[in-house]
């Protein structure tokens, strides 16, 4: 009977002593297999956690053009490989020093931005849906691997802009307006 008392009490403050991270606790006097990694307030948080934390993360920002084209990308990619990946975005005080711990490495600096928690790799930018994939599945991936192109984007890279464009547009207008008065002068 009163050895089991002394099991009791000694199994119950070595318990409360992995509470205690110092150089005095018998945590750190514990041999490893007595040890845990992630000790939490009652010092037993190992035995609760049962669930997956999502390793995919997404840093985004609401008035981003990239990151809202990559949304229809991400569900397509979340639906297929059955992964979850955790959108946050950088408007939030707490998700914008997170972004900068992860980039901090990565030296992206831009967004959007995805981060991979258990390979460590990173896509920077907008990405294409083969890329993006083999990011979720934890395969190898290019961090810069820009999406395909648009038509309207190709349209718009040929359209005129700058001053030489402007005064085009501008001796065009005359000239239209010319043969406009040319035309009425004729017909009267």
């Not at 994939?133 to 999406?147: L, V, Y």
Request: with cysteine; hydrophobic share 35%.
């Amino acid at each position: 009977m009163y050895g089991k008392f002394i099991v009791f009490v000694s199994l119950a403050a070595f318990v409360k002593c992995l509470t205690v991270r110092d150089s005095s606790s018998l945590y750190s006097r514990a041999p490893l297999a007595f040890q845990y990694k992630y000790p939490n307030e009652n010092g037993l948080g190992f035995l609760g956690r049962n669930h997956k934390y999502p390793h995919l993360l997404a840093f985004h920002s609401e008035d981003c053009d990239f990151c809202k084209d990559m949304d229809v990308v991400i569900d397509k990619v979340v639906k297929d490989c059955k992964v979850h990946i955790d959108k946050f975005y950088v408007s939030n005080e707490d998700h914008y020093r997170l972004f900068l711990k992860l980039d901090k490495r990565t030296k992206c600096g831009g967004l959007p931005f995805y981060y991979n928690m258990v390979t460590h790799r990173h896509i920077c930018g907008a990405t294409t849906y083969q890329n993006l994939r083999a990011w979720a599945e934890n395969r190898d991936c290019s961090s810069t691997m820009p999406p395909n192109v648009k038509q309207e984007e190709i349209e718009s890279h040929y359209r005129g802009t700058g001053i030489f464009a402007r005064i085009n547009r501008f001796i065009r207008q005359i000239l239209l307006k010319g043969e406009e008065k040319m035309l009425k002068r004729l017909d009267k």
